[in-house]
């Protein structure tokens, strides 16, 4: 909400109509002949795109006969993995891929192997022999390379063609030489030296990773576009609008400045083979008649949408330079909708009964290959003879790819008994990396003349003055300014961090943690995104996937479920899954919420520790707080970084000497003593620390136990050793925090720290969380929160009784069951 | 589960107790930790006439004996014992009244005397608050119906100090015994030595819940399964089943031998001085001995030492501030070695005394089990100079680490200066120390430093 941008009533309200332009269908009417005559294509590069085509056709036809025949030219073979194959959409794949330059990026979905074919053939046509060999070379050390290299004596882009089918077959085979190692296979391959991104086998997946990417080529100033190919029916997803949303917002145009103005370079490439598994999306499953029309509820661009019949190469080809042009002089994004028809079923099992034999042999008898050599032939480029020797060709080469990619020798899958840990070590990249760029950070004047920074350097970083007296509110240096902190220095380090969520500029967040950054910074490294956080976490995807580093925020904890996918599927997957190729630098701060009951106040830090791959903190201190995001700052990995808004205005009480004003990192996965004690040890996961102090407070003062309290700080990792040690000493432990009990990530400490614990034990460890139903009213949520007299409780019933206590709350073994057996 | 119902305990008439006219006699308590004990030998029998002052019956505790005499006169008109068995002190054990009298109620169990399978078989008895009024109602040793739960630490705890987690009274939640249970039963129990310990978790057996100075060897099932046992023979041997106190004495001992690394160094000193000390004694009509000397010696050269003056616990060692002598007393029922705590605050003549009080006492059966625990004494001295004896090992009473043997004096030829040789008395000194603990050098310079306080020996008598 920009004060430049003044909503003024008499226009808004005036009377009016909102017009939409004509979207054009099949507008193309050319034929081969006519854009040889045109000079818009060679001879030689039409051939070309009939030779893709074919090769991709060939590719499909192989794993086809694979997956259902057990085997490819009478060479048996078993492929479990998926394969969802493309065979039918060969134009609209090398259509779209010929235009694209080695900076163009391409996205894609489960059934993208023609376009990853299209697009790494035309990036070895377009780069010379010295680069691909570079290219090759480097790749893996040349193991992919070597095991094609072997006995081949043809030419470098020969070679090449069989180094990109090999790469991509051996990924689909699982197999160590693939092109991610055999982690990725079908729906993920992508070898990023020739521009080919991640496919994603979420259906819409890409639909806002792709923006993202889109977008670090816009802050970075990086050549290209970025192209999203998406399935018809993941127009359904409501990621891919979000996507959409975010790819076309006004800001780009109406308030980013200077060579920053302008659309996103994004294309949505819709690969309309008209159906989503069986159901068709014209006339069944979606209300759109022609994907097209979605541009036209998008922006006032329409996002310059049309149908191209993707049954015509040149068709396709012919879209994407008027398209690619648009792109250039900054009026992206655009929709393409791209018709064209799949042979094959969604996958080898599907029998295809929910479409008639005479519709697909209609289509066949249309094949975008046969009639595409038909016109080669009567544009006298080629002849028949040709076109066969071009099949014999590549069935041939695709016959020695197969029988290379699924040689156990040469081709061999990774050895997890060997090494049975090697996947663990693949999970994080836990690198330290000061900067992403090379880049001069963009900002608007000097740190020491942002206003935040001149207000904290005022205020007293620790609880109490020199004097010992308790610092007044106004001149607390609070938690916020601990993140603050962190963030300011690591935005004038990384040229390529940008941070952006909801109300990040001009309000600063919605909890002023981001107060003075707007000052600091440019529009293009900070800024309000659309009420999107699946687009919000899936932008940040793809921004980090190309290189960058970045800061999304969801506000409030439980918005992670309108991220689901972002943050269970892609968010922690993608660097193992890439084999290590790629980084995910993200930190992405998710506030847990307090006061506004049942959808605004959930600890949800179980459900994120519960996916392998992401590393989840929740300081709750101002030294933690900053010195925990400095360390994720300056990793390589992806962080899910929890805030309290029930703590962002405390000080620090526990670091001596108060917050260090200079540069620090906590180490991620070391629970902290924040009291010493002998008697009971407390651990806890957030803000129920200080609910924990006033409790051990009251066991010192009434029943003369000495409580120790650890901090948990990282939940993943999670060092178990400084809390054994405690359990040591005091043999008793209550595991608190303001998560609902089931399913909590305290049950996975307990557990844990009953079996490496358990002759310490004096008592079962004690789990203290919320209750299994809703938040309610901030004034009555004394009954949802564990509060210090829970502890006292739990400690009085199941750990030691204490002398004289009379308990409030109900810990018995008898409650406990009730509770279980009515679900909550 | 069986066990022992309505056991009575009257605070204000410890032995006994009246019901009706009838008075039963109860198994007295014998020293503090003392937890049940063995009758040894029933000197009336049911029917017999008691006078005020009859010895009724005999009976012992690891190490002491004692005799109950009757404190009422009449008949006995009820035994609920015989001869061997494991009783609960404070259980009734007899009843004397007047012919005819109703006994009812006054059984230890409703009418069926206990047998020595129900004491084996009450694992997870309980002692539970002593002082109860008598006429309190429920039985005092608590019997939990349920198998008690230990918690993890506390079973550690337990199984560390040897003590029987399971018998304890859980103060934790549902009764759980916790660490707090084990640590108060620890320090409510004299200190257990590694030896018991490693008997206690080899053999299975339970220690004491209160624990008693022995570290819970009166929980040994063969102190209750064999008592009961007559006398076998086939004409050319008699078969005698072994008295609870030889078995324990076989049992430390050989567990001495075989849980430590015993040797033993032996040497002279001149005993001139000591001799003429004990003359002095004499003349001044003071009852100090040659053992008194050389235990005061002892005491003297284990100040010196505090590395003998100590205990071995395995992984550490316990030095004492004071010394605790032992003295192994030669008795009818076995070997004894009491102590006399503190032994360096005392003068020579107050060491005499003391180590005569001990002595006497472990002879007369009236010893405090307290102070037999081979863990109550620092260092023992054995002396067995009176029997001639010139030269032994004596073994160590574990956990101390040491032992003093002495032995009788020779005249031995000394070289007195100048060439002249002459026969002077010599007493034998045999130390077997624990190599575990000490080394040899160390063992040497403390055997030499008795020698020298023994020849040197400065008292005023």
Same mark, same amino acid.
């Given at each position: ?129 010295? #680069? ?156 759109? #008649? ?74 066949? /008898? ?383 400490? /307990? ?74 | ?41 029933? =000197? ?48 009734? *054990? ?21 047998? *020595?399978?129900? *004491? ?28 008690? %739960? ?58 004491? %819940? ?68 004990? =003359? ?53 029922? &076995? ?12 003068? *020579? ?68 200066? &100048? ?21 040899? &050098? ?20």
């Amino acid at each position: 909400m920009p004060k430049a941008q003044f909503i003024d009533p008499a226009k808004v309200r005036a009377k009016g109509e909102v017009t939409f332009s004509p979207i054009p269908v099949n507008a193309y009417d050319k034929n081969v002949k006519e854009e040889l005559d045109a000079k818009n294509f060679t001879k030689e590069d039409l051939v070309r795109i009939y030779r893709d085509m074919v090769v991709i056709r060939e590719f499909e036809t192989m794993l086809h006969a694979v997956k259902t025949t057990g085997g490819y030219n009478g060479v048996e073979y078993n492929n479990p993995g998926p394969a969802h194959l493309s065979a039918g959409q060969e134009a609209a794949a090398v259509g779209m891929a010929y235009t694209l330059t080695l900076d163009d990026y391409i996205f894609g979905s489960h059934r993208s192997h023609g376009e990853i074919l299209a697009k790494g053939l035309r990036s070895i046509e377009q780069l010379s022999d010295a #680069e691909l060999d570079k290219i090759m070379n480097d790749f893996w050390n040349g193991a992919t390379v070597n095991v094609v290299k072997k006995n081949f004596s043809g030419s470098t882009k020969e070679l090449a063609i069989r180094f990109l089918l090999y790469g991509a077959l051996a990924e689909i085979f699982a197999r160590e030489t693939g092109f991610n190692k055999g982690l990725g296979g079908s729906m993920h391959t992508f070898f990023t030296p020739f521009g080919i991104y991640p496919n994603n086998a979420i259906v819409g997946g890409s639909g806002s990773i792709a923006v993202g990417a889109a977008l670090y080529k816009k802050v970075n100033r990086k050549k290209g576009l970025v192209i999203a190919n998406l399935g018809d029916a993941s127009m359904a997803c409501g990621p891919v609008w979000e996507g959409l949303t975010f790819a076309a917002m006004d800001q780009f145009t109406q308030l980013w400045e200077g060579d920053m103005k302008g659309g996103l370079p994004f294309v949505l490439n819709i690969m309309n083979n008209q159906y989503g598994m069986g159901g068709q999306t014209c006339g069944e499953t979606m209300g759109y #008649e022609v994907a097209a029309r979605i541009g036209a509820g998008v922006n006032p661009q329409q996002m310059h949408a049309e149908r191209v019949d993707g049954y015509n190469p040149l068709a396709v080809i012919d879209a994407y330079r008027r398209k690619k042009e648009l792109i250039e002089k900054g009026e992206g994004p655009v929709l393409l909708d791209v018709l064209t028809y799949r042979y094959s079923g969604h996958s080898p099992s599907d029998a295809s009964s929910y479409r008639t034999k005479e519709e697909m042999e209609l289509w066949e /008898a249309n094949d975008c290959i046969v009639a595409y050599g038909k016109e080669l032939i009567e544009a006298g480029i080629a002849k028949q003879d040709d076109l066969d020797a071009i099949w014999k060709e590549i069935k041939d080469t695709m016959f020695d790819t197969f029988k290379l990619a699924i040689d156990d020798e040469l081709s061999p899958r990774m050895d997890l008994k060997k090494n049975p840990e090697l996947l663990g070590t693949m999970t994080f990249s836990n690198e330290s990396i000061d900067s992403f760029s090379d880049a001069t950070p963009e900002v608007n004047h000097p740190m020491e003349e942002n206003p935040r920074v001149k207000q904290i350097a005022g205020k007293v970083r620790f609880v109490t003055d020199k004097e010992g007296k308790p610092v007044s509110k106004m001149k607390q240096y609070q938690l916020r300014d601990g993140i603050f902190e962190a963030l300011i220095d690591r935005f004038y380090k990384d040229a390529s961090l940008v941070a952006y969520g909801e109300e990040n500029r001009d309000w600063g967040g919605a909890f002023a943690v981001y107060r003075g950054l707007t000052e600091a910074l440019p529009y293009h490294r900070l800024f309000n995104s659309p009420i999107a956080e699946a687009s919000i976490v899936g932008t940040a995807i793809g921004y980090a996937m190309c290189g960058g580093r970045v800061v999304p925020e969801i506000m409030y904890c439980d918005f992670l479920g309108r991220c689901g996918d972002e943050v269970f599927n892609q968010l922690p997957k993608w660097q193992a899954m890439s084999g290590n190729l790629l980084k995910m630098p993200i930190v992405l701060r998710v506030s847990v919420g307090s006061k506004y009951g049942a959808q605004h106040s959930q600890d949800w830090t179980s459900l994120v520790a519960h996916i392998p791959g992401l590393k989840v903190v929740f300081p709750v201190t101002p030294y933690d707080a900053k010195g925990l995001m400095n360390a994720a700052l300056q990793g390589s990995d992806p962080v899910v970084f929890f805030e309290s808004q029930r703590i962002y205005e405390i000080g620090e009480m526990f670091h001596e000497g108060g917050v260090p004003e200079g540069y620090y990192e906590i180490p991620f996965g070391e629970p902290d003593v924040k009291r010493a004690g002998k008697d009971i040890t407390i651990l806890t996961i957030g803000a129920t620390l200080y609910r924990a102090l006033d409790a051990a407070k009251e066991l010192e003062e009434k029943y003369g136990m000495s409580a120790e309290i650890i901090d948990a700080r990282s939940l993943v990792p999670f060092n178990y050793e400084p809390v054994l040690e405690s359990l040591k000493k005091t043999g008793r432990i209550v595991i608190a925090s303001d998560a609902s009990t089931r399913g909590s990530f305290l049950n996975d400490l /307990a557990r844990n720290i009953t079996e490496l614990g358990f002759d310490y034990l004096d008592a079962p460890p004690v789990v203290v969380g919320s209750r299994n139903w809703i938040t309610p009213a901030y004034e009555l949520e004394d009954a949802f929160f564990p509060q210090p007299s829970w502890i006292i409780d739990a400690i009085h019933e199941k750990i030691v009784p204490l002398k004289g206590h009379v308990p409030t709350s109900n810990f018995t073994d008898a409650e406990q069951i009730r509770r279980a057996k009515a679900g909550i | 589960m069986k066990g022992f119902k309505g056991l009575h305990n009257n605070k204000k008439n410890k032995h006994i107790k009246k019901r009706n006219m009838a008075t039963a006699v109860i198994m007295p308590k014998q020293g503090q930790s003392v937890e049940s004990c063995i009758l040894t030998e029933l =000197k009336k029998k049911k029917g017999d006439k008691v006078a005020i002052g009859d010895v009724l019956f005999a009976y012992e505790t690891d190490k002491a004996s004692f005799e109950e005499e009757a404190k009422v006169a009449g008949e006995i008109l009820e035994v609920f014992f015989n001869e061997g068995d494991e009783i609960p002190v404070l259980v009734n *054990v007899l009843v004397i009244g007047e012919p005819g009298e109703s006994i009812e109620g006054l059984s230890p169990e409703a009418g069926a005397p206990a047998t *020595v399978e129900a *004491v084996e078989e009450k694992p997870q008895t309980t002692i539970a608050a002593p002082q109860q009024e008598a006429a309190a109602p429920q039985p005092q040793i608590a019997y939990s119906s349920t198998a008690s %739960a230990v918690s993890p630490r506390a079973r550690a705890l337990a199984d560390k100090h040897a003590i029987d987690a399971a018998a304890l009274k859980g103060s934790g939640p549902g009764g759980r015994v916790i660490a707090d249970d084990v640590e108060a039963a620890i320090s409510a129990s004299p200190r257990t030595t590694p030896l018991a310990k490693a008997m206690i978790k080899e053999g299975g057996l339970h220690a004491p %819940a209160t624990g008693d100075g022995l570290a819970g060897m009166v929980r040994s099932s063969g102190l209750s399964a064999t008592a009961a046992q007559p006398a076998m023979g086939d004409g050319d041997s008699v078969v005698k089943p072994l008295t609870n106190m030889r078995k324990l004495i076989a049992r430390s001992m050989h567990a001495s031998l075989q849980n430590s690394a015993q040797l033993t160094h032996h040497l002279g000193a001149d005993a001139r001085r000591i001799m003429e000390l004990r =003359k002095v004694a004499k003349a001044n009509g003071l009852n100090v001995t040659i053992n008194d000397l050389v235990c005061f010696a002892v005491v003297w050269a284990l100040k010196q030492f505090p590395q003998v003056n100590a205990h071995f616990e395995g992984d550490s060692m316990r030095l004492f501030n004071h010394v605790h002598l032992g003295l192994a007393v030669d008795t009818d029922r &076995g070997l004894m070695v009491p102590v006399v705590r503190d032994a360096d605050y005392l003068s *020579v003549q107050g060491l005499a005394t003391r180590l005569k009080e001990v002595a006497e006492a472990c002879k007369t059966g009236s010893i405090s089990p307290d102070l037999l625990s081979p863990a109550a004494a620092s260092f023992t001295v054995s002396n067995l100079g009176n029997y001639g004896v010139e030269m032994f090992t004596p073994v160590i009473n574990l956990p101390q680490v040491a032992i003093l043997g002495v032995n009788t004096i020779v005249p031995r030829p000394k070289d007195l200066g &100048g060439g002249v040789y002459a026969f002077v008395p010599y007493m034998g000194l045999s130390l077997t120390y624990d190599h575990r603990a000490l080394d040899g &050098g160390e063992a040497t310079r403390f055997l030499k430093q008795i020698a020298i306080e023994i020849e040197n020996l400065n008292v005023e008598l």
